[in-house]
């Protein structure tokens, strides 16, 4: 069975660190191009960046609000991916979600995590 | 950067009922185009992309419809499981993929 679990949120200060974790399992995750999906309380999705594989170059792509603070990285070794996050701020707050993109062609999201929660508050 | 909207921002239906939603691009996105459904404190499950593909295990009253700026995801017969927010999201011009603000589906 296809599955992406994320694990690491929490409580943090303006200012401070935390990061981020997205078991995969059930696919070949070597092949999958990743990407991470916020949602802040009550309101929408947001696109926060991709990794695409190794094979297809391994380029990075971040959403302009977090260029610069927040860092993707993978382990093909481990089927894990990371959002290094520094520099948060309250507007970071929400629910992160690792997911994959179904195609090349059809770059929608087709399996989703659960989701872990990131609050950011003094 | 494309902006997405959808409307109505809530829509109330009755069980059984048709429900129609709105997603429109601030430029043309062709046929990329995809829908999400998401029930409260679930993650977002893909329903619909190339604007009229049924993703897997999706049953058929819910359909997508549009092309270039117009989209509609109609659902049919409404039942009791289809009460959530739906997403549009498009994906013809990247980064950013864009999502629309969603529109919400609740019992009349």
């Known amino acids: 069975e296809e599955q992406l679990v994320e694990s690491g949120g929490g409580l943090v200060k303006p200012g401070g660190s935390l990061r981020l974790s997205c078991a995969a399992s059930g696919f070949i995750f070597t092949d999958a191009w990743m990407i991470w999906v916020r949602q802040a309380p009550g309101k929408g999705l947001e696109w926060v960046g991709r990794?695409?594989?190794?094979?297809?170059?391994?380029?990075?792509e971040y959403a302009t609000p977090v260029k610069g603070r927040f860092t993707i990285s993978r382990d093909d070794s481990e089927n894990m991916m990371y959002l290094q996050m520094n520099s948060l701020d309250t507007e970071d707050t929400g629910v992160y979600y690792c997911?994959?993109?179904?195609?090349?062609?059809?770059?929608?999201?087709?399996?989703w995590g659960q989701g872990t929660l990131v609050s950011v508050s003094s | 950067e494309i902006v997405m909207t959808q409307s109505p921002a809530t829509l109330s239906v009755s069980p059984g009922e048709r429900a129609s939603l709105s997603c429109r691009a601030s430029?043309?996105?062709?046929?990329?185009l995809g829908w999400y459904q998401q029930k409260p404190g679930q993650s977002p499950r893909l329903l619909i992309y190339g604007a009229s593909i049924r993703a897997t295990g999706i049953p058929a009253r819910f359909s997508g419809t549009g092309s270039g700026t117009e989209f509609t995801l109609t659902i049919s017969t409404l039942q009791s499981e289809d009460f959530a927010v739906y997403y549009c999201q498009q994906y013809n011009n990247w980064p950013p993929f864009t999502f629309g603000p969603g529109t919400k589906v609740d019992i009349k």
């Open positions: 997911t994959i993109v179904f195609h090349p062609v059809y770059q929608v999201f087709h399996l």
């Open positions: 990794i695409y594989s190794k094979g297809a170059g391994g380029t990075v």
């Open positions: 430029q043309s996105v062709g046929n990329n």
